[in-house]
């Protein structure tokens, strides 16, 4: 079975930060474009970083650039998201989510192109 498992969520005051992890079961990230996504309650689902080992493409949204970092860990299958600065509008439910032949350039991949996706994680930034 494919599975994706985002953790590492959780309660944070604003200026702290939090490190989610994705970790993929039953494919290899191989030719894949792992991307986070983030719902906050009553807005879109948003595309905010991707990477994809394979292509050597990382994008970020502007919202998190300079602020948020991803990497790959392809001996471990796991996407880490470094998440800096954070502020009481970086609230939401975090998701990753991956796309077979997906590329993260010229730009992030729509939430519909995503082949698979993970439970998200809440991450709540305090004021």
């Known amino acids: 079975d494919v599975q994706l498992q985002a953790s590492g969520g959780g309660l944070v005051q604003a200026g702290g930060s939090l490190r989610l992890s994705c970790a993929a079961s039953g494919f290899t990230f191989d030719d894949h474009a792992i991307g986070w996504f983030r719902q906050a309650p009553g807005k879109e689902r948003e595309g905010i970083s991707c990477?994809?080992?394979?292509?050597?493409?990382?994008d970020y949204a502007e919202s998190v650039k300079g602020r948020f970092f991803i990497r790959s860990d392809n001996a471990k299958n796991t996407v880490y998201f470094e998440m800096n600065s954070l502020k009481p509008e970086d609230t939401a439910v975090y998701y990753c989510?991956?796309?077979?032949?997906?590329?993260?350039?010229?730009?992030?991949?729509?939430?519909?192109?995503?082949?698979?996706w993970g439970e998200g994680t809440l991450v709540t930034v305090s004021s």
């Open positions: 989510a991956a796309a077979y032949g997906g590329s993260c350039w010229p730009a992030l991949p729509n939430y519909l192109d995503m082949d698979y």
């Open positions: 990477i994809n080992k394979s292509d050597g493409s990382i």
